[in-house]
């Protein structure tokens, strides 16, 4: 169901063009067909949101606010685009279900996925969201998050349990981070959702932050028993790759990375 004041505000976004950069509230009104107090209530919250900004003459223009989300919707078809014969590849040796992802907030967002023809769904995972603390490609991206953004995410919400298998304690939860900052890959046991498991690796942007991750998931409970280590070694080496790819240039590569910092 759509929200009336959400596609209204919308709409207003929209009209702003190459060639019709600023706009007045007459000119907004009229195109929308739409009574310039609803007009100017709508302009005056897109503007306390720094999505629309008045210009001196009083006629309205996009604001800075839409910069940054137009910047990581770039990075995301980046990394995307740079990972995807990457993924293919280890989608090809594995035999498995693989997943990019990226950090959204508290989650990881899918944005790329190789279905494995055993999982037998009608859809991909592409747009879904999954909580960080409990998901292969999630615990990637925590574990090399800044510690004190970690304790701040930790802290900001209940840990909820989403099978029997979930580390819905804080402290569990916290010696896992650390185990998978050692080895330098991360693990789903069955933590999301029953009988599926799964191994990720974290993906650093230039700068050397972590940016998102990628793993190898499926129903055959020895992807973290005796294939452990050759899908371990698989997935991690497509995440440095990618990285690489992305500008990271680490100090060495290998299976650990070092602890991330406060």
């Not at 590849?89 to 990881?108: F, I």
């Not at 991690?236 to 406060?262: D, L, N």
Request: proline residues 5%.
């Amino acid at each position: 169901m759509m929200i009336g004041s959400v596609a209204k505000a919308l709409d207003i976004l929209t009209l702003f063009s190459k060639s019709h950069p600023v706009l007045t509230l007459a000119e907004i009104s009229r195109r929308l067909e739409m009574p310039k107090s609803t007009a100017h209530h709508l302009l005056t919250t897109l503007a306390a949101y720094g999505f629309i900004e008045q210009t001196g003459d009083g006629a309205y223009a996009l604001g800075k606010s839409l910069i940054p989300l137009t910047q990581h919707v770039l990075v995301n078809v980046e990394l995307r685009d740079r990972a995807a014969p990457l993924l293919r590849s280890l989608a090809d040796s594995c035999d498995e279900s693989v997943y990019l992802t990226v950090r959204d907030g508290d989650a990881v967002l899918y944005i790329y996925a190789i279905e494995s023809s055993q999982r037998l769904l009608a859809r991909t995972a592409v747009g879904d969201r999954a909580p960080l603390y409990c998901t292969s490609v999630g615990k990637a991206v925590l574990a090399w998050l800044p510690l004190d953004e970690v304790e701040r995410l930790l802290q900001a919400a209940p840990l909820t349990a989403f099978t029997r298998y979930t580390l819905a304690d804080p402290a569990a939860l916290q010696a896992d981070l650390e185990a998978t900052r050692q080895r330098g890959y991360s693990l789903d046991n069955q933590e999301h959702e029953l009988n599926t498991f799964c191994v990720g690796a974290p993906i650093f942007a230039a700068d050397g932050s972590v940016v998102g991750a990628c793993s190898v998931s499926g129903r055959d409970s020895q992807i973290i028993g005796a294939r452990l280590p050759a899908l371990a070694e698989q997935v991690v080496g497509t995440a440095q790759e990618i990285s690489r790819r992305m500008g990271y240039v680490p100090e060495r590569m290998s299976m650990v990375r070092s602890r991330p910092q406060r």
